[in-house]
């Protein structure tokens, strides 16, 4: 961690540095919450007053830590979510940066902010994720020390929570495209198993695609199942003795 926001042995400053950082960091076939991790590590080393870090996630009724660098943090947020409100929450739904400068004094969460303090966060940061749709969340920074985050810090904050925004919306698309394959996939097994179980009742009762399909559209109506349940159950059953039942 550094204690201010001078340039580096190389003469970048720490905002340059930490654009560096991040820019070296791979987004795709990682799992979120290692990039996440790494993520809160570089604001951990790199934001001046940072002593712990972590990313909240929000997704309909369900909030979590996603990643955490420091206990303080995952401590203090488990302490809103059990609240209600506080910072790091109303950062997250708000799209607000909030930044608390002295906790001892803060009167904004009258039911989070002394224990927050007593916990050994004396100033915090919340910076809200360029995340839209389903998922939002929070960038957030706790401080030892009272004011512990200057204008120079808070730069590096944001950019720190940009891409931690790009981090979750890369993985958003990903489950995106896996959970539409998965449907492409089922919705051609269905498919599938529909035309073979047509084929099989053209044979036995020698009528048409049309007709053979109206049948199991009737009997899917009769049971109350889905199209392709019937299908498959013709299809399990094709070769024991029987016929399909008149319909």
């Given amino acids: ?36 991790t790494e993520i809160v590590e570089t604001a951990r080393d790199l934001v001046p007053g940072a002593v712990s870090v972590s990313v909240t996630l929000i997704e309909g009724q369900y909030l979590h830590t996603a990643a955490h660098s420091g206990e303080l ?95 979750v919306v890369n993985a958003m698309v990903l489950e995106f495209s896996q959970a539409t394959a998965m449907q492409m996939q089922e919705a051609m097994a269905s498919r599938a198993a529909i035309e073979q179980a047509k084929g099989l009742l053209m044979g036995q009762r020698r009528c048409s695609a049309e007709d053979a399909f109206d049948i199991l559209r009737r009997i899917s109506q009769d049971t109350n199942r889905k199209l392709r349940d019937v299908a498959q159950d013709l299809l399990a059953t094709a070769a024991g003795p029987g016929d399909v039942p008149d319909q």
């Fill in 1 to 36: 961690m550094n204690s201010d926001s001078g340039s580096t042995p190389e003469g970048a400053s720490a905002l340059t540095q930490a654009y560096r950082r991040l820019g070296t960091m791979v987004l795709v076939d990682r799992k979120l919450v290692d990039v996440l």
């Fill in 73 to 167: 943090s995952l401590l203090l947020d488990e302490r809103q979510y059990r609240i209600g409100y506080g910072p790091c929450l109303d950062a997250s739904r708000s799209g607000t940066e909030l930044h608390v400068r002295d906790m001892a004094h803060e009167t904004r969460w009258p039911e989070y902010t002394p224990g927050a303090a007593a916990a050994g966060a004396a100033s915090s940061l919340s910076i809200p994720l360029p995340v839209q749709g389903r998922v939002v969340g929070a960038l957030n920074i706790y401080g030892a020390e009272r004011n512990a985050f200057p204008e120079s810090a808070i730069e590096i904050a944001r950019a720190v929570a940009s891409f931690a925004g790009a981090a």
